[in-house]
Nanobody, 127 residues
Framework: QVQLVESGGGSVEAGGSLRLSCAAS????????MGWFRQAPGKEREGVAA????????YYADSVKGRFSISRDNGDYTMDLQMNSLKPEDTGTYYC????????????????????WGQGTQVTVSS
């Protein structure tokens, strides 16, 4: 079993920056990918960014490319999301997620691929 705990988040004005962190514990050797998803009220959960734990390939949603940066440290299995030039449409609950060795793969943007989830942290961007 894997536990994911997010930290960071908060409220910021448009154009500002925030940094989210995620710490993994438990059976971390089973994590193949780690990612960030967000969900706004009334909307589906969407993939924001992801990183492969082996090789470090990074993936970004088009809406955040050039503004967000994902990083991970396999030494202590932490993952960060640096969010710059934030926009009101970035508002939502952000979730840290992990892909284990079992389960079906639907691509990194699909929440169904991820079997491990954190509790979520709120990000609010005001205009």
């Amino acid at each position: 079993q894997v536990q994911l705990v997010e930290s960071g988040g908060g409220s910021v004005e448009a154009g500002g920056s925030l940094r989210l962190s995620c710490a993994a514990s438990g059976a971390i050797i089973d994590i193949l990918y780690m990612g960030w998803f967000r969900q706004a009220p009334g909307k589906e959960r969407e993939g924001v960014a992801a990183v492969a734990t082996k090789g470090g390939t990074m993936y970004y949603a088009d809406s955040v490319k050039g503004r967000f940066s994902i990083s991970r440290d396999n030494g202590d299995y932490t993952m960060d999301l640096q969010m710059n030039s934030l926009k009101p449409e970035d508002t939502g609950t952000y979730y840290c997620a992990g892909v284990g060795r079992t389960g079906e793969w639907f691509g990194w943007k699909d929440a169904r691929s991820f079997g491990y989830w954190g509790q979520g942290t709120q990000v609010t961007v005001s205009s």
